[in-house]
């Protein structure tokens, strides 16, 4: 049996220990809140960033298209290339991502406007009207807008149509490169010769960000001008847009 001098001991040194044991358990705690609070704040940035910018960016690319549209009702002359509201609207059917207005530049105060741009360096983009060139497009494959979210549904074939006032430009997509180095600017050139391609044409390139939320790599898409034509009274679209 224990004596009285050490059960006495015994017991003051009982409150110290459930005190220590408590001080954890505390601490525990608040970690544990921390822990919460930090992950209901990375929820509301990804809602915020895959969500609620494409609502705002919509928004905002919406009456941008109506004010060129409306516009274009208004001039009965030629369009004329605009590099400031918009130059005409990209359609891509097997993306599922309606008219698509197209701006000058793929600087993010551009595109996340919820648009494509036309790239004016490392090699300024051609225009659909020339005679040669490739019209080099970018846009967000998420947040603000994410105009080419679904450019992996693009399969060789498959119509790219753009739009301006008096014109459309129907182009069929001949290759694909689901992968490649945010630095391979080669993709841009004039003659994209990584698409195969080896002399001058009328092509069209789009570029985005690849895999799905990451800017790692870039996925390409490519395609040739197969015909023209001009748009009538009513704006009918050409049949692959029908």
């Known amino acids: 049996m224990a004596s009285t001098t050490e059960q006495d001991e015994q017991t003051a040194t009982r409150p110290a220990r459930q005190g220590g044991r408590g001080s954890i358990a505390s601490a525990i ?9 930090a992950g209901l704040i990375l929820g509301l ?3 915020y960033s895959l969500w609620w910018t ?23 002359s030629p369009g004329a290339l605009n590099t400031k ?22 600087s993010t105060s551009v ?24 019209f080099t497009l970018a846009a ?3 947040g603000h807008g994410a105009k080419f979210h679904n450019i992996d549904k693009v399969k060789t074939g498959d119509p790219v149509v753009f739009e301006t006032k008096d ?32 002399k001058p044409g009328r092509y069209i390139t789009l570029t985005t960000c690849t895999p799905v939320y990451t800017s790692r790599y870039r996925y390409i898409v490519w395609g040739e001008l197969v015909r023209s ?14």
């Open 29 to 37: 705690s608040v970690f544990g809140e921390l822990l919460i609070t």
């Open 45 to 47: 940035f990804v809602v």
């Open 54 to 76: 494409n609502v705002v960016a919509d928004r905002q690319a919406s009456k941008q298209g109506d004010k060129i549209r409306d516009n274009w009702s208004h001039s009965g």
């Open 85 to 106: 509201d918009g130059i005409g609207f990209l359609h891509v059917p097997s993306m599922k991502n309606g008219e698509v207005l197209v701006k000058r530049g793929t």
């Open 111 to 134: 595109l996340n406007g919820g648009v494509a741009g036309y790239y004016v360096k490392p090699f300024k983009s051609g225009m659909p009207a020339d005679r040669t060139g490739n």
């Open 140 to 142: 967000h494959r998420d």
């Open 167 to 198: 014109t459309w430009y129907v182009y069929k997509v001949f290759k694909e490169l689901r992968q490649t180095s945010k630095y391979d600017v080669k993709v841009l050139q004039p003659v994209p010769k990584e698409s195969g391609k080896t």
């Open 229 to 242: 034509e001009k748009v009538n009274a009513k704006r009918t679209p050409p049949a692959e847009l029908r």
